[in-house]
């Protein structure tokens, strides 16, 4: 090909060829072959292919300019009478970009760059992989975009940086670390070293959570746990290898956590022969065995973990026979967070499908370990870049009262029991469309538009001018951590302050400048803050945040084996840490489904249903008109406020009919 060349891996079993708008692989595990490379393999041979594999891959190995725009999979390709491809009949590159180019995304600063991208190019689909110029940018709108960024994220960024970086995630990567240099210094790159990691330091929040096991050994709220029904012919030696060679990977997940004099260590042990338990239950009666295995699960997912001798991921499989199995998968808190499930998952899917075929694994050896960051961390976050983030949030917290007093349906208990519950509503697609066009308006993010209206929300419940909600952030803002395993999420505690006269569009501009500020100091960890303010302590109140908020915009990446179904399992193990938790996420029919995680220490599940339809409402105020005061804003529905008249007409007829018969009564007496 004129057009195109061919990389060739280490073990000479991938070629890859491009021209512009495709990418065309010969690997089994990840595409079918085309002319390129002659004959592709045998149909046998060939599983689901998996763009992120092949994104990834042509991240590592070409150059951003023949990187693919988009990507689509085809049951084969067309060719013509010659028995070559017919390029003539491939998708159009437009259709493809449609339906490829506008992944969601949950980082702030993609989405807002990617406002900005809308409105200039006059396109209605961007998403993290779109290259500004295939867009239809040139040098007149990359100045007209530079400026825009300039003023919404307040940095100064030179127009090269669009030219060197023109792909709208490394471009907001670039905005990001502006922004973090700006606020609060640049930190270092993070480097693999060569120090002994069979005693590495912990990480500031693997730190807090090694602390909070010795007051309360085997909390299980900080575990996480996931039950999947699996049906169809799963290879439970395959399945070994892949779980082995993902520990192998991540040295995080065969730590141990012991006590060095009188600080705690992490300890890396050699990969397990075995990580997978199985337990056959194929020999019992189908409804048996059924039985045992729903009892299997919850054992498994309350078993609490010995953060000093491990190990901190179990895999257990129930052998049900007939094809039907139930995987169980657990880890502490301590080695992983939601977004090293996500990372897990991706691996699983890649190397199960690689080693099902009898290849080696297609993953690239990770360049830097967990213990690397933690111990980067630790030398970077002391001195001035530490005191910097600490002046900020302290200054942010200054004064404030420190509990946000919910009107709860029962009184908080000196010791909380951490056992919760869960309500789910959903915004219907019109509300939700509507929330979108008024952040845009805006600039900002849906999430920015939902925190404000949360805020609002909570103004009104409790009658608080002053409120702090928490918001949990990957904490992966540096390119050398994202396809780590480990426990990066952290909270950041957006305080807001606001009165009856405020109008909802300032409201939403203070909530935004809020977000943006806390990003950029992001990298002290929230443990290590409550460590520093010491904030009086309560055994019944979480401290410094009681109330958390978040939007997921992209939902995590299904386990996906082939020849199988998977679903999960519900498992009744509703943990909490604050009093309310609420999730936003996109709903399977459209709009948005909100879950609202809530202590039922303090709550009863018609109280916290009543919270989401006065949040609902709030929202269809908010777009109608979003220049009013909070202190207009209703509450109730119409179906609620003629419920509400109609009760208080009930009273007040009643308390007239009373009147009446006591006068008549003091009548007769007189």
């Known amino acids: 090909e004129e057009r195109g060349f061919e990389v060739v891996t280490e073990q000479d079993e991938l070629l890859v060829g491009t021209d512009r708008y495709n990418l065309f692989a010969r690997r089994p595990d990840l595409a079918v072959g085309s002319e390129l490379l002659g004959s592709p393999p045998a149909p046998e041979t060939v599983g689901p292919i998996h763009v992120e594999a092949l994104r990834e891959l ?11 725009a988009a990507y689509v999979v085809l049951e084969e390709l067309p060719v013509n009478r010659r028995g070559k491809v017919d390029r003539a009949a491939l998708p159009a590159p437009e259709t493809m970009a449609t339906e490829n180019d506008a992944a969601p995304t949950d980082n702030p600063f993609e989405e807002m760059l990617a406002a900005i991208w809308r409105d200039v190019l006059g396109v209605k689909s961007v998403g993290p992989e779109s290259s500004f110029f295939e867009l239809g940018g040139h040098s007149l709108i990359a100045t007209q975009m530079m400026s825009r960024v300039r003023a919404l994220f307040d940095v100064d960024l030179p127009l090269r940086s669009l030219f060197e970086a023109p792909v709208l995630a490394d471009l907001a990567r670039r905005i990001e670390a502006a922004s973090h240099a700006a606020r609060g210094g640049a930190a270092p790159p993070i480097c693999a070293t060569s120090h002994d990691r069979s005693a590495a330091p912990l990480s500031f929040a693997q730190q807090r959570l090694w602390f909070i096991d010795q007051l309360e050994p085997g909390n299980p709220f900080y575990a996480s746990f996931k039950a999947l029904r699996v049906t169809g012919a799963l290879d439970p030696e395959v399945l070994e290898r892949t779980l082995g060679e993902i520990l192998r990977r991540h040295e995080v997940l065969r730590t141990t956590f012991l006590v060095a004099g009188s600080q705690p260590t992490l300890v890396t042990a050699e990969p397990p022969h075995r990580v997978l338990a199985r337990v056959d239950l194929s020999g019992l009666p189908a409804a048996e065995g059924e039985a045992l295995a729903q009892r299997l699960v919850v054992t498994e997912s309350l078993r609490p973990y010995d953060l000093a001798r491990g190990p901190l991921i179990r895999a257990t499989l129930l052998e049900l026979g007939a094809g039907e199995q ?9 080695v992983c967070d939601a977004w090293s499930v996500g990372v897990l998952v991706r691996e699983i899917n890649v190397l199960y499908q690689a080693f099902s075929c009898g290849l080696p694994s297609p993953l690239d050896e990770l360049k830097i370990q967990y213990s690397d960051f933690a111990r980067w961390q630790r030398d970077w976050l002391q001195g001035e870049p530490l005191d910097t983030h600490l002046e900020y949030w302290r200054s942010r917290l200054a004064g404030h009262p420190g509990v946000i007093e919910l009107p709860t349906d029962r009184q908080r208990p000196s010791v909380p029991t951490y056992r919760g519950a869960r309500f789910t509503g959903s915004l219907p697609e019109p509300l939700t469309d509507a929330v979108e066009q008024l952040a845009r308006n805006r600039g900002a993010t849906v999430f920015m538009t939902l925190l404000a209206a949360f805020y609002t929300l909570l103004f009104r419940l409790t009658g608080d001018k002053d409120l702090v909600v928490g918001t949990a952030i990957a904490a992966r ?3 050398e951590v994202e396809g780590l395993i480990g426990f990066f999420i952290n909270m950041l505690p957006l305080r807001l302050q606001l009165s009856s006269g405020t109008g909802f569009l300032d409201l939403l501009d203070r909530v935004r400048e809020v977000a943006l500020s806390g990003y950029a100091h992001q990298d002290l960890p929230f443990d290590k803050l409550v460590e520093e303010l010491q904030p009086d302590r309560d055994l019944g109140v979480a401290p410094i945040i009681q109330v958390a908020f978040g939007v997921q915009n992209a939902p995590a990446a299904p386990l996906d084996l082939p020849g199988m179904t998977i679903r999960n399992l519900s498992v009744e193990r509703e943990l909490v840490r604050y009093d309310l938790t609420i999730w936003v996420f996109p709903g399977e029919q459209g709009g948005l489904e909100v879950a609202w995680t809530y202590s039922t220490d303090l709550f009863e599940a018609s109280t916290v249903a009543g919270m989401h339809r ?29 419920e509400a008249a109609a009760a208080k007409q009930e009273r007040e007829s009643a308390n007239i009919a009373s009147l009446r018969r006591i006068r008549k009564q003091r009548g007769r007496r007189t």
């Open 58 to 68: 042509a991240r590592a190995h070409l150059p951003e300019a023949m990187r693919p």
């Open 326 to 334: 139930v995987v169980l998968f657990g880890m502490h808190h301590i």
């Open 477 to 479: 803002n540096r390119s």
């Open 614 to 642: 006065q949040y609902q409402t709030l929202l269809e105020s908010l777009v109608q008109d979003p220049r009013c005061e909070l202190g207009e804003l209703e509450l109730a529905t119409d179906h609620e406020q003629r």
